[in-house]
């Protein structure tokens, strides 16, 4: 049995907000993440989510309700001007709020229904500064090695290094939003040139986004054990990506275009708070391998640096939705399995001096597992279309077809606490027009 993180389960406190007590939910009081939506005055408003309704957090505010120190972060701006250490201050009041059934009239006009809102990324519209995507499962990174070099799977740099790339904020999309397959230049094997035009093996990638909620100086490092308390809380993120596009330009520089026209984040930040009861040992290292360089290596890290979050990838086609049918589960893994830790990871990105701010993205990389069907992306599912997905009405997939929505899911579970999750990350493969 794991150690985990958290101690004793705390007595939990019944929240009047009845969806938010149901054992199947992803929103209940002990979650409270952190939200952007928008009125339909176009106002923006900081939010939390608890069960299956918003809780307006400006609106508490202008009320008198928050009672807390200082407000800042609460403005159209979104999370980008709210400390991680603020942002606990202002969930412990709302869970007061939230289970105090005296105060239920002054904070019940404050409550809008989920599906009545449209969230906006959590840092607001272009809020995102700068999005860095890692590679942090060796198991991805071992599967799609061995696509392209059987015997070799792994570079030599990958025990040592967290590798990553700098991607595109700019084209960062919330769930919900239409993704249009894009266009570019490609060279199946057989050709002798490249011919320029849809791309014809689109996919998904499951990974796990976390925010930076306080940024670092220009030329300062970031210590390992001061890492976490740069992290906001974390999302999920799909990395859309064009296979065949992707194979023709990657070297040597790495992704560009075949992976910058569209990502998707699910629009709850759940805080690393939240998540702490959640928390296991980094995954074990197998015998043989090195242990991280001085910098990246710390005994608390290893004790504590995993996370134990369910993550699934369920995909429903257009001729699916056409009648009535349910999405299926094609994938389910765990955030535990990754070779390098979020504090990793920071430490990495911050060890030459590259200042983090508030509001940037930092992703994972496809979180698989090792087994066939633990792994985030077609590519490795369908050993990049050699073995097409069957699906239960008879359709089958090397790829992603127009119409197509993926959708992922996170949540975790631990015996005495309550389940919480991260909601949806949806998005619909466009139909193509050319
Ligand atoms: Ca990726």
């Not at 992707?246 to 040597?252: G, L, S, V």
């Not at 075949?258 to 984040?265: N, V």
């Not at 050993?383 to 975790?412: H, Q, T, Y």
Request: with cysteine.
């Amino acid at each position: 049995m794991a150690v985990r993180g958290g101690g004793d389960p705390p007595a939990r406190r019944r929240c009047w907000v009845e969806s938010a007590n149901d054992p199947e939910g992803d929103f209940p009081l002990e979650n409270l993440p952190f939200g952007l939506y928008e009125d339909d005055r176009q106002r923006r408003h900081t939010c939390l989510a608890i069960g299956d309704q918003v809780l307006d957090l400006q609106g508490c505010n202008v009320a008198g309700l928050l009672n807390v120190t200082q407000i800042v972060g609460l403005g159209p701006r979104g999370l980008g001007h709210m400390e991680p250490w603020r942002a606990r201050e202002i969930r412990h009041r709302a869970a007061e709020l939230l289970s105090d059934p005296e105060v239920r009239d002054r904070v019940e006009p404050h409550l809008i229904p989920q599906q009545d809102v449209k969230m906006l990324p959590p840092f607001g519209v272009g809020g995102i500064g700068d999005y860095t995507d890692f590679y942090a499962s060796i198991h991805h990174a071992t599967n799609v090695g061995r696509l392209f070099r059987p015997d070799t799977p792994l570079l030599p740099n990958y025990k040592w290094v967290p590798i990553g790339y700098h991607g595109r904020a700019s084209s960062i999309v919330i769930s919900g939003t239409e993704v249009r397959r894009p266009c570019g230049q490609t060279k199946p094997p057989e050709a002798s040139t490249p011919m320029f035009g849809l791309s014809r093996m689109l996919d998904y990638e499951l990974e796990v986004g976390f925010f930076i909620g306080e940024g670092s100086t220009l030329g300062d490092t970031i210590p390992l054990e001061q890492a976490e308390k740069h992290i906001f809380g974390l999302c999920l993120v799909n990395d859309w990506s064009a296979r065949d596009i992707q194979a023709w330009e990657y070297q040597p520089l790495g992704p560009f275009l075949g992976k910058s026209f569209a990502t998707t984040i699910s629009p709850w930040v759940v805080t690393l708070e939240a998540l702490e009861p959640y928390r296991v040992p980094a995954a074990k290292r197998a015998e043989g391998d090195p242990q991280p360089l001085l910098y990246l290596y710390s005994e608390r890290d290893q004790e504590r640096g995993g996370y134990d979050i369910n993550l699934e990838v369920w995909l429903a086609t257009a001729k699916m939705r056409t009648a009535g049918e349910a999405p299926v589960r094609v994938s389910r893994g765990n955030m535990k399995d990754l070779y390098w830790t979020l504090a990793q990871m920071v430490t990495h990105h911050a060890s030459n001096g590259c200042n983090l701010r508030p509001g940037d993205l930092l992703a994972t990389g496809t979180v698989s597992g090792a087994t066939p069907d633990s792994v985030g992306s077609l590519l490795e599912r369908t050993k990049r279309g050699a073995e097409p997905l069957m699906l239960p009405n008879g359709e089958s997939r090397k790829f992603l077809e127009d119409g197509d929505e993926v959708i992922l899911r996170g949540w975790c579970e631990r015996e005495g606490y309550p389940r919480i999750g991260f909601g949806e990350c949806r998005g619909i493969v466009g139909v193509t027009r050319v």
